[in-house]
């Protein structure tokens, strides 16, 4: 009785109607779902946000460039190239990147205001934008798999790790859900 008292007692917290049963015509009703394990389930990844000079420490250390149309990094400011509140997993995502292509990465998009919306946004730190390159190009095409085109037409390309990596007119635009092995 212990049992079905804590299986009611979890189905009411978890907002659900329980019927228990009792003598033979509980035998006969249909199995029901195991009761949750006393573990509490694993927390989500927490995501560790960073600055602009942090990010760039990052990136100078590895050999990562960055450029801005505007020549600046206010966040606010379309025309500029900004890391402030990057994610630190794309930050990490950038140096795998570069790591693992052997290729010159130059970021000329990050955090800064002007790009699409969404969760995975460049905004919230989810996104980073490269200049194209010969070698970025093959690297990409020829080491992660092919899944279609984005809305946009963009060609999309997943890695390993599952970060995308969609080929924009101009650039690379890559959307990092995790740091790519680092």
Same mark, same amino acid.
């Given at each position: 009785m212990r049992v079905r008292s804590a299986l009611t007692a979890l189905a009411l917290v978890a907002g659900a109607s329980v019927g228990v049963a009792a003598g033979p015509a509980a035998q006969a009703a249909p199995t @029901?779902?195991?009761?949750? %394990? @006393? *573990?509490?389930?694993?927390?989500?990844?927490?995501?560790?946000?960073i600055s602009h000079s942090q990010a760039t420490s990052m990136f100078r250390s590895s050999g990562i460039t960055w450029?801005?149309?505007?020549?600046?990094?206010?966040?606010?400011?379309?025309?500029c190239t900004s890391?402030? *509140?990057?994610?630190?997993?794309?930050? *990490?995502?950038?140096?795998?990147l570069k790591s693992a292509s052997g290729c010159a990465l130059n970021v000329t998009g990050g955090t800064e205001t002007g790009h699409?919306?969404?969760?995975?946004?460049?905004?919230?730190?989810?996104?980073?934008?490269?200049?194209?390159?010969?070698?970025?190009?093959?690297?990409?095409?020829?080491s992660f798999a092919y899944i279609g085109r984005r809305g946009d037409g963009a060609a999309m390309?997943?890695?390993? %790790?599952?970060?995308?990596?969609?080929?924009?007119?101009?650039?690379?635009?890559v959307t990092y859900y995790n740091c790519g092995g680092c």
């Open positions: @029901a779902p195991a009761a949750p %394990s @006393a *573990q509490a389930a694993p927390a989500a990844p927490l995501i560790t946000k450029s801005s149309s505007g020549g600046c990094s206010d966040r606010n400011t379309p025309a890391f402030e *509140q990057l994610n630190l997993a794309s930050a *990490q995502g950038a140096q795998t699409a919306g969404g969760t995975y946004s460049h905004w919230n730190g989810y996104k980073l934008d490269y200049s194209l390159s010969n070698c970025l190009n093959g690297y990409v095409t020829g390309y997943e890695s390993g %790790s599952g970060n995308i990596y969609a080929r924009e007119s101009n650039h690379w635009d």
